[in-house]
């Protein structure tokens, strides 16, 4: 009934008129969400998974190897041309690029938005830390407001959607930026993506992220705690270990899925030790090496005592 509720609200907001100008666009540098609590309960609805008429639209959804990330790591992979983004642009958070890496050394903001451009959220228009990242896909032909592209955290899927028909999460402000013309041609992006990359290496913070998921990743595969590593970073207590490994592979896509402890002893080969099914099977549909060797020449096969994981690791190519 609360669905069918929402449904009808959405209809009703999408046949209305568009109380904002058309050439807001091109007046204001900032655009603030409608005064709409119509809009403002239906967004609350997206946040939850429920969807409601045609936003948004799903465009793609991602297979297990694709590794596209957040938000921001699947934009910057559009903007820069990488196919899947497997490690290049490594652990980037949005507070990292907020902090460090500086949305302003790369893109300027523009009043006159045009397709490709960077569609930036923020709480209101007084908070400086961007919360969403989008890209201008279209605009509409009735309305002229732009059509975004974006990847909401964690889901697997990417989604065309208008303007404000996204999570209220992701804040109630939006500011438009545009690629500066020294990384626009292809050896300008060569050079961007290289920028980015030094920067994140250089980040402290990167560094305390990445060391925290990879001893997190080790520490599941072979059955461990990690509450007291859950506070560094968005992960969701709740979920089990297997939704907690898959968590870690898909927002951080520079995390090595062959991650090891001081012994070379890798995720896939402590799952398969501590008799982890799933955990072992998570990681190797993300490609984990099935033959590697630890210190003492161990591999995921020889440690393991179950025979379905022993299977597993058979079908996945694992050599007697």
Same mark, same amino acid.
């Given at each position: 009934?609360?669905?069918?509720?929402?449904?009808?609200?959405?209809?009703?907001?999408?046949?209305?008129?568009?109380?904002?100008?058309?050439?807001?666009?091109?007046?204001?540098?900032?655009?603030?969400?409608?005064?709409?609590?119509?809009?403002?309960?239906?967004?609350?609805?997206?946040?939850?998974?429920?969807?409601?008429?045609?936003?948004?639209?799903?465009?793609?959804?991602?297979?297990?190897?694709?590794?596209?990330?957040?938000?921001?790591?699947?934009?910057?992979?559009?903007?820069?041309?990488?196919?899947?983004?497997?490690?290049?642009?490594?652990?980037?958070?949005?507070?990292?690029?907020?902090?460090?890496?500086?949305?302003?050394?790369?893109?300027?903001?523009?009043?006159?938005?045009?397709?490709?451009? *960077?569609? +930036?959220?923020?709480?209101?228009?007084? $908070?400086?830390? /961007? #919360?969403?990242?989008?890209?201008? %896909?279209?605009?509409?032909?009735?309305?002229?407001?732009?059509?975004?592209?974006?990847?909401?955290?964690?889901?697997?899927?990417?989604?065309?959607?208008?303007?404000?028909?996204?999570?209220?999460?992701?804040?109630?402000?939006?500011?438009?930026?545009?690629?500066?013309?020294?990384?626009?041609?292809?050896?300008?992006?060569?050079?961007?993506?290289?920028?980015?990359?030094?920067?994140?290496?250089?980040?402290?913070?990167?560094?305390?992220?990445?060391?925290?998921?990879?001893?997190?990743?080790?520490?599941?595969?072979?059955?461990?705690?990690?509450?007291?590593?859950?506070?560094?970073?968005?992960?969701?207590?709740?979920?089990?270990?297997?939704?907690?490994?898959?968590?870690?592979?898909?927002?951080?896509?520079? *995390?090595? +899925?062959?991650?090891?402890?001081?012994? $070379?002893?890798? /995720? #896939?080969?402590?799952?398969?030790? %501590?008799?982890?099914?799933?955990?072992?099977?998570?990681?190797?549909?993300?490609?984990?090496?099935?033959?590697?060797?630890?210190?003492?020449?161990?591999?995921?096969?020889?440690?393991?005592?179950?025979?379905?994981?022993?299977?597993?690791?058979?079908?996945?190519?694992?050599?007697?």
């Amino acid at each position: 009934m609360r669905k069918s509720i929402i449904y009808i609200q959405f209809l009703i907001y999408c046949c209305l008129p568009i109380a904002l100008p058309i050439s807001l666009y091109s007046m204001q540098s900032t655009t603030e969400q409608p005064n709409d609590p119509q809009l403002t309960e239906i967004r609350k609805y997206l946040g939850a998974g429920i969807f409601t008429y045609k936003t948004p639209r799903l465009i793609y959804k991602e297979n297990f190897k694709d590794r596209l990330g957040k938000c921001l790591h699947y934009i910057l992979t559009h903007i820069l041309g990488i196919a899947h983004n497997s490690g290049s642009l490594k652990i980037i958070t949005t507070q990292d690029w907020n902090d460090n890496l500086n949305l302003q050394q790369y893109f300027e903001e523009t009043i006159h938005p045009h397709i490709d451009d *960077l569609a +930036v959220y923020y709480a209101d228009n007084n $908070n400086p830390e /961007a #919360l969403h990242f989008g890209i201008i %896909s279209n605009f509409d032909p009735i309305t002229h407001q732009p059509l975004i592209i974006s990847k909401w955290g964690v889901r697997p899927e990417i989604f065309e959607h208008e303007l404000f028909a996204v999570p209220l999460i992701f804040g109630n402000s939006v500011r438009f930026f545009r690629l500066k013309s020294d990384y626009k041609t292809p050896e300008g992006k060569k050079i961007m993506l290289q920028k980015i990359i030094k920067s994140i290496n250089a980040s402290e913070l990167a560094k305390k992220i990445l060391f925290v998921i990879q001893t997190m990743l080790v520490y599941l595969a072979g059955g461990k705690d990690v509450s007291s590593l859950e506070k560094y970073i968005h992960l969701n207590k709740l979920l089990s270990s297997d939704g907690k490994v898959w968590f870690l592979l898909k927002e951080y896509p520079g *995390l090595d +899925v062959n991650t090891h402890n001081k012994f $070379n002893q890798t /995720a #896939l080969m402590l799952a398969a030790q %501590s008799g982890n099914y799933k955990i072992a099977e998570r990681l190797l549909q993300f490609g984990a090496d099935v033959n590697k060797k630890d210190n003492n020449g161990n591999t995921a096969l020889s440690l393991t005592t179950d025979k379905n994981i022993a299977a597993l690791l058979m079908k996945y190519g694992a050599q007697e």
